[in-house]
């Protein structure tokens, strides 16, 4: 398993971080911690995967909006949500939405499909995929010690906490 990691663990951050990467940046810090990776190479290759997914659906709904149009459709409620963050905080609505589940796609398709600068969108999806490679990336790799060290003895409530965090989440994206 170890050796696969060696391997293919910067591949699949890439691919994983294209469309998100919170999960697979977090692993990663923990994998950096326990030697398997680098941690300075998984922030890089999940940071630059990470904006270049998000100028892809920015540029996508900027230059066919009919198709991104038809494509937010299905998560309409999310599309609401996303337009009324982007209206209550503007730019820095594209730092926020790194951190929240459920809408990190759909702010660059939202903002694609308006009059936003793309100049401008490229300056605050660097700064923002930056902030969150390095927060992440860290702040993963910090805790890989008490993760490791007491992995075997808490496994199964860390998957119960996973659950809740998972279920927490999802309400919480209903009731807004």
């Not at 969108?121 to 902030?131: E, G, H, P, Q, V």
């Amino acid at each position: 398993m170890e050796e696969l990691i060696r391997e293919w663990g910067y591949i699949i951050l890439f691919l994983y971080s294209f469309g998100g990467g919170f999960l697979a940046l977090a692993v990663a810090g923990v994998l950096s911690y326990a030697g398997d990776l680098n941690i300075f190479i998984s922030i890089l290759v999940a940071g630059s995967s990470n904006f270049l997914g998000d100028q892809f659906l920015f540029l996508l709904a900027r230059n066919n909006k009919s198709y991104a149009k038809d494509m937010m459709k299905k998560y309409g409620r999310k599309v609401a949500l996303a337009h009324l963050m982007m209206r209550r905080y503007g730019s820095y609505v594209i730092v926020v939405q790194k951190y929240i589940y459920g809408i990190k796609t759909l702010i660059p398709l939202a903002m694609g499909l308006t009059k936003y600068d793309a100049k401008k969108f490229m300056l605050f999806n660097i700064l923002a995929t930056i902030l969150w490679s390095v927060v992440v990336g860290y702040a993963s790799y910090f805790m890989g010690n008490i993760i490791l060290s007491h992995a075997e003895e808490y496994k199964y409530y860390g998957v119960g906490v996973v659950f809740l965090i998972i279920l927490a989440v999802s309400i919480y994206l209903k009731r807004i």
